[in-house]
T-cell receptor, first 113, second 112 residues
């Protein structure tokens, strides 16, 4: 298995632009999680899905953030419009009902200038 | 609300030393506890997962223990090597939810 795949690895964008981050979970995993990591706040859970349904989006910072999971093999996290304070590393993780352990992707490093 | 604390925040040891990293959590009714390693600029790699019914898990030179009643877990690294240098994160999940809450990590440096 190729693991959890995130794209792009790096994204540099100007303030006000729309940013879309992508994630492909491990095949057979039924839960998917989006985290944001910064030096100041560590790892923060933004939203998670179970069987493609959003379960908890209480960590989504503002209406500028949205996430979708149209099918079991793909999820997107969108920021529109982006702001410099959104600069962070965004991680996607997936887990299975077998043991609920996480497997993380390599992350997307977002810089908003 | 579950909170996870890791002490120390940073640790520097000479090669070959055995060491212990600590993790504490406020709500003892956990479902799972997982230890991760993160290298600078990289993603998180799962090291060990302990389910609530288990007391410990071992993988190579790593041993993780869990004491639910006291809200604590330790990660023991035997015969440390420079390649063990990384940040180690502890995370817990509670029953009825699939999500993990993370500690802020312990940054380990093993000196050659």
């Amino acid at each position: 298995d190729a693991g959890v795949i995130q794209s792009p690895r790096h994204e540099v964008t100007e303030m006000g632009q729309e940013v879309t981050l992508r994630c492909k979970p491990i095949s057979g995993h039924n839960s998917l999680f989006w985290y944001r990591q910064t030096m100041m706040r560590g790892l923060e859970l933004l939203i998670y899905f179970n069987n493609n349904v959003p379960i908890d989006d209480s960590g989504m910072p503002e209406d500028r953030f949205s996430a979708k999971m149209p099918n079991a093999s793909f999820s997107t996290l969108k920021i529109q419009p982006s702001e410099p304070r959104d600069s962070a590393v965004y991680f996607c993780a997936s887990s299975s009902a077998r043991d609920y352990g996480y497997t993380f992707g390599s992350g997307t490093r977002l810089t908003v200038v | 609300k579950q909170e996870v604390t890791q002490i120390p925040a940073a640790l520097s040891v000479p090669e070959g030393e055995n060491l212990v990293l600590n993790c504490s959590f406020t709500d003892s009714a956990i479902y799972n506890l997982q230890w991760f390693r993160q290298d600078p600029g990289k993603g998180l790699t799962s090291l060990l997962l302990i389910q609530s019914s288990q007391r410990e898990q071992t993988s190579g030179r790593l041993n993780a223990s869990l004491d639910k009643s006291s809200g604590r877990s330790t990660l023991y690294i035997a015969a440390s090597q420079p390649g063990d240098s990384a940040t180690y994160l502890c995370a817990v999940s509670n029953p009825g939810t699939y999500k993990y809450i993370f500690g802020t990590g312990t940054r380990l440096k093993v000196l050659a």
